[in-house]
């Protein structure tokens, strides 16, 4: 049997023998004691920081919907996360009507639509759910010829173009409108959402509104059957804006800030009053004055009476249920809302969009408050 190495007991006898003779039994069990008590407070200090970093940890807040007012939300996570570090949000820009779904199934804690769902939907829903206006904002009627002229259309005019009637950039009825422009001989080449879209639904409300045949064979929602044959399709907003820039002789539809951000030119549209307006925060604004806006928050703005008012405006809406599945969520989401609704509509003008009256806004918060989480 071979004897332990004496390196295996030596360091700790001669580490006891130094601390008997300066310490005697009793010092000895001092440190004894000083060093168990050194590592509870050790662990206790441990489970504090967990608790902690658990305490601090972020809130995920989901959505998904509308394009039109992805601009203004990109904005407003931004800068609410610098006051609010315990939550973030996770938006998915796939379309009014892919927020509406989305909401139904509750996989999102909020949707976002520029269309205010339909009764029938709304009877679907397992809750209640409310419409929360966030955003009010132009469609810019955009296009791309050459030279980049100022145009100006009516709404018959552009009926008549998605419809297929007109097919020439220098059609007679578009010339009749622009005096003096040298409009070209080219093909006009409109181009539309595909995919369940709110913006489609203020465009497709607003050719209802002024031109009967359109009303009648195509009519307004979040997704139409386009005229066989006329155009070509394509996903969001961006899309379109896409489109519009790479082909030469198209015309599509979208937010005022796309328009913008890609440097397409846009159309002044002749509104109810016979003036030309472009599609700026303040005709906006002035659109949303002549309003009715009932309890429920669901209303159309297109075609206003308004002299100043842009023609083709609309809201977009957050969509919540009242009855809050998680506190911590609901809570967070509410308190979201209140900041956008009143602080966030200070920059809205800045993203192009036209800022909620304070009447608005009012009657906006007292709806929040039945929100139960």
């Known amino acids: 049997m071979n004897k332990p190495h004496e390196t295996d007991y030596t360091p700790n006898l001669k580490m006891k023998n130094i601390l008997y003779s300066l310490l005697g039994v009793g010092g000895l069990v001092a440190v004894v004691l000083a060093i168990a008590n ?33 601009p203004a939300f990109t904005k407003w996570f931004e800068a609410y996360g610098e006051t609010h570090p315990d939550v973030r949000f996770n938006y998915q820009s796939i379309g009014s ?42 469609v810019a009627i955009m296009y791309n010829l050459p030279g980049n002229p ?32 040298d409009l070209p001989d080219l093909a006009i080449v409109p181009v539309y959402r595909t995919e369940g879209s709110g913006t489609t639904f203020i465009f497709t409300d607003y050719l209802s509104a002024v031109n009967p045949v359109w009303a009648d064979t195509v009519g307004k929602s979040t997704s139409v059957k386009w ?12 899309g379109v804006a896409g489109q519009v820039k790479q082909i030469s002789g198209a015309i599509g539809y979208g937010e005022l800030a796309y ?42 703005m297109v075609n206003s009476s308004g002299p100043d008012a842009y023609p083709i405006a609309g809201a977009s809406w957050v969509l919540v249920y009242q009855q809050q599945k998680s506190a911590d ?45």
């Open 38 to 70: 050194a590592r509870r407070h050790l662990a206790v200090a441990g489970a504090v920081a967990l608790v902690a970093v658990q305490t601090n940890a972020q809130t995920l807040i989901n959505g998904a919907g509308s394009t039109f007012d992805y």
């Open 97 to 138: 009507g892919g927020g509406q779904k989305q909401l139904l199934n509750q996989t999102v804690d909020f949707g976002a639509s520029d269309a205010p769902m339909k009764d029938e939907m709304l009877a679907k829903a397992p809750g209640k759910i409310l419409h929360f206006p966030v955003v009010a904002g132009g």
């Open 150 to 181: 100022k145009l100006k259309l009516d709404g018959d005019t552009l009926a008549n173009i998605y419809l297929g009637n007109i097919q020439k950039w220098n059609d007679p009825k578009i010339v009749a409108l622009n005096p003096g422009v």
């Open 227 to 238: 005229p066989a044959g006329i155009g070509l399709g394509a996903k969001g907003s961006e």
């Open 259 to 300: 328009a913008d951000q890609s440097k397409i030119p846009y159309a002044n549209m002749k509104n109810s009053s016979g003036n030309f307006i472009s599609p700026a925060p303040d005709s906006v604004s002035a659109a949303l004055a002549t309003a009715h806006i009932p309890d429920d928050f669901r209303f159309s």
């Open 329 to 373: 969520h609901g809570k967070k989401l509410v308190d979201f809302l209140k900041w956008a609704i009143t602080d966030g509509q200070k920059i809205s003008s800045t993203m192009d969009y036209a800022p909620l009256p304070d009447s608005v806004q009012q009657r906006e918060l007292g709806l929040l408050e039945t929100i139960k989480y």
